[in-house]
T-cell receptor, first 113, second 115 residues
Framework: SQQGEEDPQALSIQEGENATMNCSYKTSINNLQWYRQNSGRGLVHLILIRSNEREKHSGRLRVTLDTSKKSSSLLITASRAADTASYFCAVGAGGTSYGKLTFGQGTILTVHP | GAGVSQSPSNKVTEKGKDVELRCDPISGHTALYWYRQRLGQGLEFLIYFQGNSAPDKSGLPSDRFSAERTGESVSTLTIQRTQQEDSAVYLC?????????????FGSGTRLTVV
């Protein structure tokens, strides 16, 4: 399976601390994306990193991709209570499956005020 | 509209009944996806439409599930003879034909409860 697998399953931190979530996958990818989900409903796209990129930043978010280890990490710096949510990585296939995303089980992040 | 719209937002149905879930993608988005999310779980791919190409139905769990899309507009996901294990949130997403930095845009989902 190409499914992303997140680690840890749950993370609890204090406001102001950094949060790091990891994602591993099994086959070659075209891109990897991170999404946030509040209250079990719609997902919000956070950041996309392509297979030929190694690091990307967006505001307080930093994503790295190591295709040799088939892994990615999402770092949220200076966390806020509003960052409390579930975070999912999703791997984008290439070739004939281009466009199809396969999601992991997610990391539940709780940021305590 | 500005976002992906799904209806109904909640649906309670009796076991054995058929249900239809609707998704209105963002105008101009050629790709449309259906996912299922059970409570506390990740997203499970169901089906993917891309323009006029044959849909990728590889994620449909059984022949009770089907989906249609007319052109690049509305899609309906139909579940026949619903079972209790079909209870989940069904999420629809759309995207443009070319990969951008914006990923997919998801709707708020339909929460289906089979009693």
């Amino acid at each position: 399976s190409q499914q992303g697998e997140e680690d840890p399953q749950a993370l609890s931190i204090q406001e102001g601390e950094n949060a790091t979530m990891n994602c591993s996958y099994k086959t070659s990818i075209n891109n990897l994306q991170w999404y946030r989900q509040n209250s079990g409903r719609g997902l919000v796209h956070l950041i996309l990193i392509r297979s030929n990129e190694r690091e990307k930043h967006s505001g307080r978010l930093r994503v790295t991709l190591d295709t040799s280890k088939k892994s990615s990490s999402l770092l949220i710096t200076a966390s806020r209570a509003a960052d409390t949510a579930s975070y999912f990585c999703a791997v984008g296939a290439g070739g004939t499956s281009y466009g199809k995303l396969t999601f992991g089980q997610g990391t539940i992040l709780t940021v305590h005020p | 509209g500005a976002g992906v719209s799904q209806s109904p937002s909640n649906k309670v149905t009796e076991k054995g009944k058929d249900v239809e879930l609707r998704c209105d993608p963002i105008s101009g988005h050629t790709a449309l996806y259906w996912y299922r999310q059970r409570l506390g779980q990740g997203l499970e791919f169901l089906i993917y439409f891309q323009g006029n190409s044959a849909p990728d139905k590889s994620g449909l769990p059984s022949d009770r599930f089907s989906a249609e899309r007319t052109g690049e507009s509305v899609s309906t996901l139909t579940i026949q003879r619903t079972q209790q294990e079909d209870s989940a949130v069904y999420l629809c997403a759309s995207s443009g034909s070319r990969l951008t930095n914006y990923g997919y845009t998801f709707g708020s989902g339909t929460r289906l409860t089979v009693v």
